[in-house]
């Protein structure tokens, strides 16, 4: 069952009523009325394109936090094997919002981290719908550690509202842990590659991408704060989180002319959600094209590459 947005609800009444004549064919026998669904599905995909065609940035927000989205698991299960979950942050605990380990990408070894939301209301409360605590921004510094002990090229995927605010992440370090994982992608000597594949939210995002390539999908969003929180700050009224999307300029389309994102993945239309399969595919060949232009990097080139990138950032949005 299709879980629609607020704004395609026009598009969720003619696909209801295509499937609802489709369900009386089937009930009653020797019923025609293929040629009026047709009509209908046609109707319904020229008002997809017609939406999906110029999103505004919070519409872009409510499809970047779809429920269906592919989700960091699924990318894991698709593209990469031998996948080897490891856990704990060996001082504190195992943060479930965190998820990573060693795997082959390609049949090439690689060290495979991301932010898990869970895909139904269990799942989302044991993830901690992908908000981070220290004890998960440790364990990713072990596992970067380890990559770069060994030589493996490592890859993130970002989906995250931002890291955990509660009472415990604090007392515990939160800033502390997200800064360290930060400096740690900082002083990788091997190749870094991060995928936004939802929302990228405040530090918590950061302390993933910051990476020699960050690629985006289309619909994906990435920012210092959430448009609500934002909008609770500066205007003390959290519904006016439309406005606060567009200031933020959080879109993919926005991060790659300032050079936040090096590439932007398209998504099939209508979203990442109506065709998981083709968008994780497209997630594998971006990876693989990122991973391909740091072929033979030295570690100083590396670390070169990524202290440039981010000492250029805004630099040509700012130009333009």
Known sequence: MTNYLDFEKPLAEIEGKAEELRAMARQSEGMDVED????????????LR???????????CQVARH??????????????????PLAGDRNFADDHAVMGGLARFDDQPVMVIGHEKGNDTKSRIERNFGMARPEGYRKAVRLMDMADRFGLPVVTLVD???AYPGKGAEERGQS???????????????PLVS??????????AVAFATANRVAMLEHSVYSVISPEGCASILWKD?????EAAEALRLTAQDLHKLGVADRVIPEPLGGAHRDSQATINAVGEAVRAMLAEMS?????????DRRKKYLEIGSKGLAA
Do not use: N, Q
Request: charge should be positive; aromatic fraction near 6%.
């Open 36 to 47: 009026e669904a047709k009509a209908l599905d046609r109707k319904a995909e020229t008002m």
């Open 50 to 60: 017609d939406l999906y065609k110029s999103l505004t940035p919070w519409r872009k």
């Open 67 to 84: 429920p269906d989205r592919p989700h960091c698991r699924d990318y894991i299960e698709a593209l990469f094997t031998e996948y080897t």
């Open 160 to 162: 995250t509202p931002g």
């Open 176 to 190: 502390e842990a997200i800064a360290r994982a930060t400096e740690k992608c900082l002083a990788l000597r091997v």
């Open 195 to 204: 995928v936004i594949i939802g929302e990228g939210g405040s530090g918590g």
């Open 238 to 242: 959290a519904e006016k989180m439309r």
């Open 296 to 304: 033979g990097m030295s570690a100083k080139k590396l670390l070169e």
